[in-house]
């Protein structure tokens, strides 16, 4: 079981840049983080994961070279560093989580068994 507390939210202007953090708690052995945002009247959709050792991460294409992802097991957190900012990264952003072997990461919701409340971002133009 991993309770996730998602914080770093807010409001930014359009090529601003956010730190999303993600605090786990809970007991697991190993277990890959993901994140995931969901815009009005859109699914949910992948941001970025990363696998308990760290040494994996998976990126969805729009992001990748503006969003890093990125834990620090000692301290039970996972971050999501987000420059470049655009109005379309308005968005609700989730933290994920599912116990796996340490190298494994996933893109697919379905895999991911916990998740968090949620934190708003929101991007003007």
């Known amino acids: 079981q991993v309770q996730l507390v998602e914080s770093g939210g807010g409001l930014v202007q359009a090529g601003g840049s956010l730190r999303l953090s993600c605090a786990a708690s809970?007991?697991?052995?190993?277990?890959?983080t993901g994140w995931f945002r969901q815009a009005p009247g859109k699914e949910r959709e992948f941001v970025a994961a990363?696998?308990?050792?760290?040494?994996?991460?998976n990126y969805a294409d729009s992001k990748k070279g503006r969003f890093i992802i990125s834990r620090d097991n000692d301290k039970n957190m996972v971050y999501l560093q987000m420059n470049s900012l655009k109005p379309e990264d308005t968005a609700v952003y989730y933290c994920?989580?599912?116990?796996?072997?340490?190298?494994?990461?996933?893109?697919?919701?379905?895999?991911?068994?916990?998740w968090g409340q949620g934190t708003q971002v929101t991007v003007s133009s």
């Open positions: 990363i696998s308990w050792s760290g040494g994996t991460t």
């Open positions: 809970g007991r697991a052995s190993s277990y890959t």
């Open positions: 994920a989580a599912v116990e796996a072997p340490t190298d494994w990461v996933s893109n697919r919701k379905l895999e991911y068994d916990y």
